[in-house]
C-alpha cells in the first residue's frame, strides 16, 4: 500500500513537471499555455496534497516536529494555489514565509545542535548578500520598490529555515532545506532578473524534491 502510494506522489510530481516542460516548449502559442493553465490547477496542488496525506500517515520519530511540518505543508499549498494567478504573487509569498517559518519551529522543536546551526546560518548569509545585490537594484529597476521589503522578509524566513534544518543534524532534512533554497533562487532569479526558457521547470523539480526530503527527514 505504502509503495502504491509513493507511486501516486511520484506520478504526480511528473505530470507537473510535464505540463511545464511542454508549456515552455511553445512559449509563443497561448492555446498550449491555455491548456497548459488549466492543467497546473489540478496537477500543481495535487503534489501537496499527497505529500500532505503522507506526512499524517507516516510513524514520525517525533510527533510535534510533524505536526510542524504539516502546518508548513498546508501553508505551501496555499502558497501555491495562490502562485496559479500572477496576481497572487504577494500571497503566496506570505504563505511560503509561513511555511518556512513552520519548518524551522518544527526543526527547534526536535532539538538542534549549536554548532552546524550556526554553520547553516553562516553559508545562508554569505548566500543571502549575493542574491539580495541581484534582487533589490532589479526590482527597484522595474518600479517595483513595494516588493523589496516581502522580499527580504521571506529571504530572512528562509534563512531561519535552512539555518534550523542544519542545526537538526539530518542528512535529508539539510538536503530538503538546500533544495528549497535553490528552487527559490532560481524562482526569484528568473522572475525579477533573467528569465530562463526552462527555469520553471527546474524550479518545480528541485521544489518537489525539496518538499519530499523534509517529509522524509520526519523518520530519519
Given at each position: 500500500?505504502?509503495?502504491?502510494?509513493?507511486?501516486?506522489?511520484?506520478?504526480?510530481?511528473?505530470?507537473?513537471?510535464?505540463?511545464?516542460?511542454?508549456?515552455?516548449?511553445?512559449?509563443?502559442?497561448?492555446?498550449?499555455?491555455?491548456?497548459?493553465?488549466?492543467?497546473?490547477?489540478?496537477?500543481?496542488?495535487?503534489?501537496?496534497?499527497?505529500?500532505?496525506?503522507?506526512?499524517?500517515?507516516?510513524?514520525?520519530?517525533?510527533?510535534?516536529?510533524?505536526?510542524?511540518?504539516?502546518?508548513?505543508?498546508?501553508?505551501?499549498?496555499?502558497?501555491?494555489?495562490?502562485?496559479?494567478?500572477?496576481?497572487?504573487?504577494?500571497?503566496?509569498?506570505?504563505?511560503?514565509?509561513?511555511?518556512h517559518v513552520a519548518y524551522a519551529i518544527g526543526f527547534v522543536a526536535g532539538g538542534v545542535t549549536a554548532a552546524p546551526l550556526l554553520i547553516g546560518l553562516a553559508a545562508m548569509l554569505a548566500a543571502d548578500v549575493g542574491l539580495a545585490r541581484r534582487l533589490v537594484p532589479a526590482l527597484r529597476a522595474a518600479g517595483r520598490r513595494s516588493l523589496v521589503p516581502p522580499v527580504l522578509a521571506y529571504i530572512a524566513a528562509i534563512t531561519l529555515m535552512a539555518a534550523a534544518a542544519a542545526g537538526s543534524a539530518i542528512p535529508l532534512a539539510v538536503a530538503g532545506a538546500a533544495l528549497f533554497v535553490a528552487s527559490d533562487a532560481l524562482l526569484a532569479d528568473g522572475r525579477f532578473v533573467r528569465e530562463r526558457r526552462h527555469g520553471d521547470l527546474a524550479v518545480r523539480v528541485l521544489y518537489h524534491l525539496a518538499q519530499a526530503c523534509l517529509v522524509l527527514s520526519l523518520v530519519a
Open positions: 500500500m505504502s509503495g502504491a502510494k509513493s507511486l501516486c506522489r511520484r506520478s504526480a510530481a511528473v505530470a507537473d513537471w510535464v505540463v511545464v516542460a511542454r508549456a515552455a516548449s511553445r512559449p509563443d502559442d497561448p492555446a498550449a499555455h491555455g491548456t497548459a493553465s488549466a492543467a497546473r490547477c489540478v496537477t500543481k496542488p495535487l503534489v501537496l496534497v499527497l505529500l500532505i496525506g503522507a506526512a499524517i500517515a507516516l510513524e514520525p520519530r517525533d510527533p510535534a516536529v510533524r505536526a510542524w511540518f504539516v502546518v508548513a505543508l498546508v501553508a505551501s499549498l496555499a502558497g501555491d494555489v495562490a502562485l496559479l494567478s500572477a496576481r497572487g504573487f504577494v500571497i503566496g509569498l506570505a504563505a511560503f514565509l509561513a511555511a
